[in-house]
């Protein structure tokens, strides 16, 4: 396993800074820095004029180009990925600490494309309808913004479509890579006089470096907009995902990594364990400037999900559901300038509504059996919420204030041993408050003080350790309150982000398993935790050929009071997040191609609440090669990219306090991925 020489990275971090003070020669070429603009702060701001900690993302093409998430995302400051090669369980992405619970797909993070809601009402997030091709640019706040979101957002993923596009255009993107890995992406737009439209396909798929880990992913997608009369805007979305293969290979223990580090799980073998998908989805917006600095904003949107899934154990091991979650918001804004200030106002309100139809089968190794649950789950939530922002010229200030009301209810359909029908309902006011002060027109410090709240997933209630129907009323909902300081902007040739932050989190909601149930994830409350850190951003354009960043988290999370099975926890760490994580990348183009250079460093962090195994750190490294040939009628971009060059052991994903010592999914060593753009 690929060890960190931490000594080594002090010394190649002085070295960079040593290269950031160096004044610029007259010989150096200048490079004009353009501004950073962010959506996800809701009232819209640049990057330094913003309290809220964002890290802005302008995809590469091997990013685009790629089969997940992970590539764009990992390496952030305060974002750590796991699991981006188990597809029937998504990435597990956490954000300070926030999502780090999730057994499958997202929790704690909310999730906005487009300006519509992906992350459902209870808190769970998925990515496997999104198509990688088709994004334009990708915002991440870090630290508590229930008062802008509501339930479920320590963090926000703020996601935007491919939209700059100033002329009809087609573009088809085809690659080949390790492990039968197979990609094929085709974009078409259209500009007319007052309507665009972007139509976008995708397929991927492969067989896996593990045995029983293979995919394959169908997305379809338009996104259409229309500039109408009187400055309004419309804006429509449709989107069709089928996944029919998503395996599950499982966890395993020391002994078996150790064997045949590719090898599934025998019972996941057994079970064959995994899920497919199909979903549907649509959405349509309205944006209308009403002059004298007044706008209003409505959407509405609707969201039809079918899945099923196995698990690799016998009782209620396959698993349907049936999803229908829809909902309609929206806000007025206004902005005012006075002789010494600019006003920002937002007035508005979010309606969502959820349905789970959950029903589990028994699972006979791969085949269907008895019935054993079947309840119908809904989460109703409605909020309304008031954003207000101040801006003097050598300072400004920025409050937030939500009320959500949630309602959860289960329906229990089996009722051979008795009704679990029952209904919870959970209410939260969440605030931020945030100062921020200009030391020059480029550089700003910022303060915050803010709050979120997280309330259990449906699935995360379903999952009674009783073994029986209805929710696990014992399991409480999460709250936090988050202090943070900053120091961002640009100067020169430089940008730069630096944050402190501090988050208390009461009732955190940590997995668990039983041997009872073997493959199932469970969960319960932790008491207090504590959750500090600072976080290091910058990037460097030496000249139009080379750009250099760097990131840097320190992380210091640890139970504050929680006593577990008899055991005092207090001052123990909590599993599954690195307490130092590094990252670097080089962009540059020497003469004939361009080449990028990444790699990511993660300390060692614990598996479990005990802090009694360790998962080693690790280092990887990527490298991608590509160059565009253009002629008057066409352009092809053929590219190389190579992941973990170093050809690394290391672990793709952990599973927090699995039973039976199963923690480890082996990530791949070294592989290839090759593929060429066409664009006309």
């Known amino acids: 396993m690929a060890r960190i020489n931490f000594s080594m990275l002090l010394l190649f971090s002085t070295l960079y800074v040593s290269m950031f003070a160096q004044p610029a020669g007259p010989d150096t070429m200048q490079v004009e820095l353009n501004p950073i603009m962010v959506s996800a702060t809701r009232l819209g701001s640049r990057f330094e004029s913003s309290v ?38 998504d990435l597990r992405i956490s954000i300070r600490g926030f999502g780090a619970r999730s057994a499958f797909g997202i929790r704690g993070i909310r999730i906005v494309v487009d300006g519509i ?22 915002e991440i706040v870090r630290g508590a913004a229930s008062s802008l979101y509501g339930n479920a957002s320590g963090g926000v993923i703020y996601i935007s479509s491919m939209q700059d596009v100033d002329s009809t255009f087609a573009e088809v993107n085809a690659g080949l890579g390790s492990f039968g890995l197979r990609k094929l992406d085709a974009i078409f737009g259209y500009v007319g006089k007052k309507n665009k439209a972007i139509l976008h396909g995708s397929h991927a798929g492969a067989e896996g470096y593990r045995e029983q880990s293979g995919f394959e992913n169908n997305v379809f997608q338009m996104n259409w907009t229309r500039s109408g009369n009187k400055n309004t805007r419309w804006a429509g979305i449709i989107n069709y995902t089928d996944a029919p293969r998503g395996d599950d290979a499982g966890g395993l223990n020391q002994e078996e990594v150790a064997a045949n580090r590719r090898q599934a799980r025998d019972v996941n073998v057994i079970y064959q364990a995994g899920e497919s998908i199909r979903q549907l989805k649509g959405s349509l917006s309205f944006d209308k400037d009403l002059g004298g600095g007044a706008a209003i904003r409505l959407y509405g949107f609707g969201n039809g999900r079918s ?16 999803r229908v979650y829809y909902g309609q918001g929206g806000y007025y804004a206004l902005q005012k300038i006075r002789e010494n200030r600019v006003e920002n106002y937002q007035l508005g309100y979010d309606v969502l509504f959820q349905k789970d139809d959950r029903i589990r089968f028994d699972n006979l190794e791969g085949v269907k059996g008895d019935r054993n649950f079947d309840q119908s789950e809904q989460f109703n939530n409605q909020a309304v919420f008031a954003l207000a922002k101040w801006t003097f010229p050598r300072w400004f200030a920025e409050q937030s204030l939500r009320a959500d009301f949630n ?18 309902n959970l209410s939260n006011v969440s605030f931020s408050s945030g100062l921020g002060f200009f030391v020059n027109s480029q550089v700003t410090l910022v303060a ?3 709050t979120a709240f997280e309330t259990p997933a449906l ?29 961002k902007g640009h100067w020169r040739r430089h940008w730069f982000d630096l944050t402190w932050f501090d988050v208390r989190v009461k009732d955190e909601i940590l997995s668990y398993e039983l041997e009872a149930f073997p493959g199932r994830t469970f969960y319960r409350n932790s008491g207090i935790t504590r959750r500090s850190g600072v976080e290091l951003a910058h990037s460097r354009s030496w000249n139009k050929k080379w750009t250099t960043r760097l990131s840097y988290t320190f992380s210091d999370l640890k ?21 130092h994580m590094f990252s670097w990348q080089i962009d540059f183009m020497p003469a004939f191609v361009k080449v990028n250079l990444k790699g ?15 998962v080693e750190h690790y280092a990887l490294i990527d490298l991608s090669l590509y160059r565009t040939l253009k002629t008057n009628k066409f352009e092809i971009t053929p590219y190389l990219h190579i992941e973990n060059v170093w050809n690394a052991d290391y672990f793709d994903n952990i599973r927090i306090n699995a039973f039976g010592g199963r923690y480890y999914e082996p990530g791949p060593g070294r592989q290839f991925r090759i593929g060429v753009k066409f664009r006309i």
């Open 459 to 487: 699935s995360e209630l379903s999952a009674n350790p009783t073994g029986g129907g209805g929710f696990n009323e014992s399991l409480l909902p999460q709250s936090s309150a988050t202090l943070e300081f900053g120091l």
């Open 559 to 579: 139970f504050e009071r929680y006593l577990f099975d008899g055991t005092d926890l207090a001052g123990l760490k909590l599993p599954g997040i690195p307490r």
């Open 117 to 138: 809601p992906e992350t459902t009402p209870d808190g769970q997030g998925q990515l496997d309808n999104l198509d990688l091709y088709a994004i334009g640019k990708v």
């Open 307 to 322: 899945f099923e899934g196995r698990l690799p154990l016998k009782a209620g091991g396959w698993v349907g559901l049936q």
């Open 448 to 450: 915050r003080y803010g």
């Open 600 to 614: 990511q460093h993660y300390s060692q962090f614990w598996a479990e609440n005990l802090n009694t195994v360790e």
């Open 52 to 89: 809220l900690p964002v890290t802005v993302i302008q995809p590469r093409l091997v990013d685009n180009t790629g089969i997940s998430l992970h590539s764009m995302i990992c390496g952030m400051p305060g974002v750590f990925v796991m699991n981006a090669n188990n597809y029937a369980q």
């Open 407 to 424: 309602q959860m209810i289960n329906t229990d359909h089996f009722l051979e041993d008795g009704d679990d029908s029952g209904m919870i």
